[in-house]
């Protein structure tokens, strides 16, 4: 098992910044990858960036140039650098740990608005 605590959300204007973590726990074995997804109300989960453990990384078009993920592979945590945000940012953001399969963290709020 895999346990995922994120941490970082929050209120932010637009424009502003915020920065994601998000820390494995359990059993963690190399090589795997880990995502954020964001889910806003009424839409379905989307995928907004991803890493691998070589730290390959892949964002969404709507966030690239905005938003840059990161991970410490010795502290097994992940993190979601978001700048410029725009009111259309605004979701529940949730990590990601997959290796066979996928586990998920509680997710947490970012909302953007003046």
């Known amino acids: 098992q895999v346990q995922l605590v994120e941490s970082g959300g929050g209120l932010v204007q637009p424009g502003g910044s915020l920065r994601l973590s998000c820390t494995a726990s359990g059993s963690i074995f190399r090589p795997y990858t880990m995502a954020w997804y964001r889910q806003a109300p009424g839409k379905q989960r989307e995928l907004v960036s991803f890493i691998t453990s070589a730290g390959i990384t892949n964002y969404v078009d709507s966030v690239r140039g905005r938003f840059g993920i990161s991970r410490d592979n010795a502290k097994n945590t992940m993190y979601l650098q978001m700048n410029s945000l725009k009111p259309e940012d605004t979701a529940v953001y949730y990590c990601?740990?997959?290796?066979?399969?996928?586990?998920w963290g509680q997710g947490t709020q970012v909302t953007v608005s003046s």
């Open positions: 990601a740990y997959t290796q066979g399969r996928t586990y």
